[in-house]
């Protein structure tokens, strides 16, 4: 059980176009979802958090606007590239959680690499 | 506010050798505390956790932790290293009641193991 999906698993696209990638908690239901970036080689970082139904909280330094986040339902949330560019490019990888009946652990995804030329 | 210092960005072994990886953690109360491992162009996998009971954890892959709250440590070991135990790991800390709030993940220990 606690499976997290994520589509596409990798993308090229061409600078300024846009990108979305789905996650999905297939078989919970996730009361909060994590979205996180990963260069090679290093550690993951947090670009924001959402819960169903509302906006999500960005950390600092990531710009809303560019990454935007939707969740809307508690098994489907979404993360938008607006207008990518090469520097965009990097492992996107989501997260679910599906309460504090599983004592905090966050459940992953397989990660969406994003390549933009 | 909560913390995690992983000793050792890259740790190597042999085959068959004892594997060793260091988590020390700060928490201002009883933490609940994971091992994660990435594979190369992967989500992270849960390895195992503990939350509270029986201080000596058993994960999958022949893994185990000891949460050691004098040392604030939760060492990550396994007796006998296999080829395919090759990863990045990852500790992670979470207080007990965390809500929205992520985890907070050390910055990963790279395992290479020579044959």
């Known amino acids: 059980g606690a499976v997290v999906s994520q589509h596409p698993s990798w993308v090229i696209c061409k600078s300024g176009t846009s990108v979305k990638i789905e996650c999905r908690s297939l078989d919970f239901q996730a009361t909060t979802m994590f979205w996180y970036r990963q260069f090679p080689k290093q550690s993951l970082m947090l670009m924001a958090t959402s819960n169903e139904g509302s906006k999500a909280t960005y950390e600092q330094g990531v710009e809303k606007d560019k990454f935007l986040i939707n969740h809307a339902s508690l098994t489907l949330s979404t993360l938008t590239v607006t207008s990518a560019h090469p520097e965009d490019s990097s492992f996107y990888i989501c997260?679910?959680?599906?309460?504090?009946?599983?004592?905090?652990?966050?459940?992953f995804g397989p990660g969406t690499r994003l390549t933009v030329l | 506010a909560q913390s995690v210092t992983q000793l050792g960005s890259h740790v190597s072994v042999s085959e068959g050798a004892l594997v060793l990886l260091r988590c020390n953690y700060s928490?201002?109360?009883?933490?609940?505390l994971f091992w994660y491992v990435q594979y190369p162009n992967q989500g992270l996998q849960l390895l195992l956790k503990y939350t509270t009971g029986a201080t000596l954890v058993k994960g999958i892959n022949g893994f185990e932790a000891e949460f050691k709250k004098s040392e604030t440590s939760f060492h990550l070991t396994k007796p006998s290293a296999h080829m395919s135990d090759a990863a990045e790991y990852f500790c992670?800390?979470?207080?007990?009641?965390?809500?929205?709030?992520?985890?907070?993940f050390g910055k990963g220990t790279r395992l290479s193991v020579i044959a």
């Open positions: 997260s679910a959680r599906a309460g504090q009946l599983t004592y905090n652990e966050q459940f």
């Open positions: 928490s201002s109360v009883p933490p609940y």
């Open positions: 992670a800390v979470s207080p007990p009641f965390s809500g929205n709030t992520p985890l907070v």
